[in-house]
């Protein structure tokens, strides 16, 4: 993030890629303004939410022409700082790892897997979607030099914490977890932890008990 985006709160800064791939989106289909109630259908976040979150951002939406879609483009675009490209080393080439080498996050171009770490020597040495698989030995000389911010974690949970210290011995900043393990990190690091099992159960346990109110419609 830059710094005009670091005084914004959490949950707004995390809503930011959804406003932005769909701003993204109406601009290439060449509309100019766009109202809190489309947005609000769009990405399913209600329009006062949206426009708490917009004011932070400084875009003032008038009444009845709601927001220039130029603009917003162009406060995403720096705020998330497109023109730079962050790199990102994916750790565990399963199945889910491997799921990830082949999407690549292509539709974020600033972010791109660069690299990838297994310690199963039918794997190492070769590569998906372009993306090299290295031995784990070889974790903290390839991630210094390609300068390698953000790493994603799919190993199985038993090994994620050793990893994890090395890669917090190695300068990373940032680590989406999706294994089910708890880590600890120093204060530096930020972890997002995504456990699909968990998120799947929690699904299905509001539709079963809440299916007349969803609350939880939006994220
Ligand atoms: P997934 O959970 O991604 O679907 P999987 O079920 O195919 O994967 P897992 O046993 O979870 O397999 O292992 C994921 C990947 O992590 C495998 O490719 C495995 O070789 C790799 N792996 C296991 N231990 C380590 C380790 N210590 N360091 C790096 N990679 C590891």
Not at 33 to 48: G, N, Y
Request: no cysteine; aromatic share 8%; hydrophobic share 40%.
């Amino acid at each position: 993030m830059s710094q005009d985006t670091m005084k914004i709160p959490q949950a707004t800064a995390k809503r930011l890629p959804l406003y932005y791939r769909f701003i993204q989106n109406l601009h290439a289909s060449g509309k100019q303004r766009v109202s809190s109630a489309e947005l609000s259908e769009a990405v399913k976040v209600d329009s006062a939410t949206i426009r708490r979150d917009f004011s932070y951002f400084g875009a003032l939406g008038k009444k009845g022409y709601g927001y220039n879609v130029g603009h917003l483009l162009s406060f995403f675009r720096k705020a998330l700082d497109q023109d730079e490209v962050t790199n990102v080393a994916l750790i565990g080439v399963g199945n889910l790892g491997t799921a990830f080498l082949n999407y690549n996050f292509m539709k974020n171009n600033n972010t791109k897997i660069k690299m990838a770490f297994d310690v199963d020597p039918e794997k190492v040495g070769t590569s998906i979607g372009e993306v090299p698989i290295y031995h784990l030995d070889e974790l903290e000389k390839q991630l210094t030099s390609a300068s390698v911010q953000v790493a994603i974690l799919t190993v199985p949970s038993s090994a994620a914490q050793s990893i994890t210290d090395r890669l917090a011995a190695s300068n990373i900043k940032g680590l989406l977890n999706f294994t089910p393990a708890r880590l600890s990190v120093p204060a530096a690091i930020r972890v997002h932890h995504i456990d699909l099992a968990v998120e799947l159960q929690s699904l299905v346990y509001f539709l079963k008990n809440y299916s007349d109110s969803p609350e939880e419609k939006s994220q």
